[in-house]
């Protein structure tokens, strides 16, 4: 039996995510707990990347946990600094000061992984 193709929106739609264009809006939320040094940090990193790597496409949100609580539970928060990246797709979270920037580039999608290059194998297996 032969499977029917998918409808034209639902290709479009899939073909979206998948371009993931250098255009795109980043939405990201920043969990904290006051002003302890790593939250401060925190604030300070993710903002100096966002400035360096995408200046005017991002909406940075700073929530204090300590202030508004209820916003940490549909988040499923339990341990600050969390950062949350909402948009483009696919939903990723971080956790920590935020002062690894290739983890966080790499962790937002803005620079692709690269594998690290494997040593030919000798013929003695060694």
Known sequence: MKRSKAPDSTR????ALAAKPDGARYRLRLFITGTTPKCVRAIRNIRAICEA???GR???EVIDIYQ???QAMPEQIVVTPTLVKKLPLPFR???GDLSDNERVLIGLDIVRRSL???APKS???A
Do not use: Q, S, T
């Open 12 to 15: 479009a739609f899939e073909d």
């Open 53 to 55: 790597n995408l200046p």
């Open 58 to 60: 991002y909406d940075l």
């Open 68 to 70: 508004h609580p209820e």
């Open 93 to 95: 979270r971080m956790i």
């Open 116 to 118: 690290p290059a494997r």
């Open 123 to 125: 013929e003695d297996g």
